[in-house]
């Protein structure tokens, strides 16, 4: 299987047409070791993107997108020999060392989706699923996931590429449905809060995967999350994640509207406050060691505990949090 490894400046450059990207891709694919000049055609590029004869509107959004590649200067014409054939310099489409991060999108990829039917834009969930897959986690302490798996939220995409929260929600159903990625959706909340009120109710960015690698994701989130996964019966949670999704609700109202709790359930809450925001921490640091400019993540206001001075004196007495807490904890299991 042939990777293309587009590198993530191309996929997010905001000045470049989706078009265009796809052309960018479909050029990769034609390139060949220590091979600058190309004899190319428009016919050559849509047979390296589609593997099929293009129809009228797919060989005039090729001919857009190598225009606008030749108006960017990021690819010269050498030699013309008519208006549909030439000699393209492709000198800037080589992959150096110092292109910093790529996504290894796959030729076969490429063509599954571009034959895709519906009334979409192609185009765009070419390039959204290269962005996609170029921010999976490629940290060395990630182990056998390593390349695998992303996280990302929603709003990271749509402001990464010029694309919508609900286009990349039709997207993600579209290369679920299709067999092309796998996603997971947990039902566990984070927040950052305050005892003003002020914050608000997240839920954990969904898990992303490959389809061939979906085994691979059902069991990071089942270990990392508590979550399991089962295709007879999506989405069925463990009692672990039964279990995080009713404290992250019990925190919700302890810290907006000062409910009472008892002090083994206030015990539970600070257990998995301070878990949650260990993972949160975790998450930020792989994402910023990984390049991605991610925002520093509403970290749960440890300050709503101040006043129960037993929980001082679990920590002194050596309780762990594991052991405040009647399930395992997550955040300790490392990939």
């Given amino acids: ?48 993107i589609f593997k ?29 020999y008519s208006k549909s054939e030439m000699v393209l310099n492709l000198t800037n489409l080589y992959y150096k060392k110092d292109d910093g991060f790529f996504a290894d999108l796959s030729e076969d990829e490429m063509h599954k989706i571009m034959n895709l039917s519906g009334n979409f834009d192609r185009y ?7 962005c996609q897959i170029g921010s999976f986690n490629r940290s060395e302490d990630m182990g056998k996931y390593k390349g695998k798996l992303g996280g990302m939220g929603l709003d990271y995409f749509a402001n990464l590429i010029s694309i919508s929260k609900p286009t990349v929600i039709t997207f993600n159903k579209i290369l679920e449905e299709n067999k092309i990625m796998f996603i997971i959706r947990h039902k566990d909340f984070f927040q950052g809060i305050a005892h003003n009120g002020s914050g608000e109710l997240r839920e954990i960015p969904n898990t992303y995967s490959r389809w061939c690698d979906k085994a691979l994701a059902e069991a990071y989130s089942e270990n990392i999350h508590g979550y399991k996964y089962n295709e007879a019966n999506k989405n069925k949670k463990t009692e672990r994640a039964n279990k995080n999704r009713s404290l992250g609700q019990k925190l919700h109202y302890f810290a907006t509207e000062m409910k009472e709790y008892s002090e083994d359930e206030i015990r539970e809450l600070y257990a998995y406050a301070v878990d949650k925001n260990k993972r949160l921490k975790r998450d930020y640091d792989l994402n910023v060691e990984k390049g991605y400019s991610a925002d520093e993540p509403k ?8 006043e129960y001075d037993y929980l001082e004196a679990d920590s002194q007495n050596g309780n762990t949090i594991e052991e405040m807490l009647d399930f395992s904890i997550a955040s300790d299991v490392v990939a």
């Avoid at 765009?124 to 290269?130: A, H, S």
């Avoid at 970290?299 to 101040?306: A, G, K, L, P, W």
Wanted: glycine fraction near 2%; aromatic fraction near 12%; charged fraction near 25%.
């Fill in 299 to 306: 970290y749960i206001d440890m300050s709503i505990f101040n």
């Fill in 124 to 130: 765009k969930l070419l390039r959204y699923f290269t």
């Fill in 52 to 80: 099929r004869v293009p129809n009228r509107y797919e060989l005039t959004a090729i001919k857009n997108g190598l225009e606008e590649l030749l108006n960017k200067r990021m690819i010269k014409i050498e030699t013309t």
């Fill in 1 to 48: 299987m042939k990777n293309l490894f587009i590198i993530k400046k191309i996929t997010e450059n905001k000045e470049l047409s989706d078009q265009a990207f796809v052309v960018w891709c479909g050029l990769r694919n034609i390139m060949q070791m220590d091979k600058v000049e190309y004899f190319i055609s428009y016919n050559m590029i849509a047979h390296s």
